[in-house]
């Protein structure tokens, strides 16, 4: 009896041994960007589905102001490089200009979060979300946490829906600053829902972006 | 009694050892990846060593990425590589800390003799050896995108590098520039007198 009661404890300080392992192991570093996507649908102030999207794919805008910040001119000031707005005509912003006016692409204002009714799969050169119902509203501002070496920042937006529509899509869109010295809208994550949201009018849906950097 | 204890003691540490060393099998959700791809050749132009890192962003790139989450006027603080805070700017002509640091002009591949563990704190390379990096090249299959970047560096004697590191150049003008360090990654290898190492960064988008 004894033996038995002395097995049943080694089984399980076995096992306690391997979960707190598991639970003590080291983080291990890894570089990169995850953006997770959570949409909510709230009737009468209660939540009554949630949609979260992990891998939220990245416009080729948005591929064109990373290759910008990778874009090096031996010193020169030179460099511009082409986006698509989102009425579909294509932009020069400046990398760096010979004159250092002040026109640079961030010094454009406004940025907005989408939801739409389209379903056509993403595709990298997606510049405006493909339904034929959309809203678009300004997030927040973006909010910062750092737990070293991880870096979060956080934007949301919430829509009240005047009438019945089918969420299947959201983007996020940033205004930035063209050498016509105008601001233009390009739209730098589009994202469709695995599982559309059927909003009533009078429906809260609220889109949470979160970005982070690290893991 | 005391042989029970050490029994019990070595079936609770073992297999803590064995949880312990396992690699984590995380879910892996990113859709952006930065790769470093260190090699090195001998003065005959032999391949040494590779090695390859998933390099750490800093805060700086952070910082600077954010801007582009922005709704409207902002300021974010980056440090530059002298340890100096400054702001950069959008949503309007003029920066509460102006001059605004905003154009490119630079993208340097560092490497240096830190040996301090990566923080996203970090913003300088230690004895830092800089070389411009190629232009940025892209290549495209369906919606996965690859931007890379190369620099060369070449050791008359034999050194010892332990960190590699990316700094971008922001100017307000010709001669008003800080350089901001990006992206950091602790390596230990040795080129021989004579040899070069070549530094290649992959950002691969929507992996």
Known sequence: MRNLVFGVLLICL?????????????????????????VRQYRDGKLIKEVVEKKDPFTNNFVQLLWSAMKTNNGACTG?????????????????????????????????????????????????????????TTPSIPSESIADPKINYTISASFSLSSAMTVSEVG???????????????????????????????????????????? | MKRYLVLSLVFLLVPF????????????????????ITKAYDAKGNLLWTHISEDPFTLNFGRYISLYLEPG??????????????????????????????YRTNTWIAVGTGTAPFSVNNYAITGGILKDASSPSISIIGN???????????FSSPTTIT?????????????????????????????????????????????
């Open chain 1, 14 to 38: 076995i096992l306690v041994g391997y979960y707190v392992g598991l639970l003590m192991r080291p983080k291990e570093v890894k570089g990169g960007v995850s953006v997770t996507l959570v």
């Open chain 1, 80 to 136: 511009s490089y082409t986006v698509v707005d989102i009425g579909g005509t294509s932009r020069n912003l400046y990398v760096c200009r010979s004159d250092f006016a002040a026109e640079y692409p961030l010094q454009g204002n406004g940025a907005y979060i989408w939801i739409g009714n389209g379903a056509a799969p993403f595709s990298l050169n997606d510049y405006k979300l493909s339904g034929t119902s959309t809203l678009k």
């Open chain 1, 172 to 215: 996020f869109s940033r205004l930035l600053r063209a050498p016509d010295y105008s601001n233009y809208e390009f739209l730098l994550m589009h994202d469709v829902l695995s599982t559309p949201i059927s909003a009533a009018a009078g429906d809260t849906i609220t889109v949470t972006y979160i970005v982070r950097i690290n893991g």
């Open chain 2, 17 to 36: 050892l064995v949880a312990y060393s396992m690699p984590q099998q995380q879910e892996d959700d990113r859709v952006i990846k930065g790769w470093l």
């Open chain 2, 73 to 102: 006027v902002a300021d974010h603080a980056v440090t530059d590589t002298g340890g100096t805070s400054y702001n950069l700017h959008t949503g309007s002509t003029m920066s509460i800390n102006s001059p605004e640091y905003i």
């Open chain 2, 144 to 154: 996965k995108v690859n931007i890379s970047i190369s620099a060369s560096f070449s």
């Open chain 2, 163 to 207: 960190e590699v590191g990316i700094i971008d150049r922001f100017c307000s003008s010709n001669v008003v520039a800080i350089n901001i360090l990006i992206a950091r990654d602790t390596v230990s290898k040795s080129i021989p007198a004579g040899g070069t190492l070549s530094v290649t960064w992959i950002v691969e988008v929507n992996s």
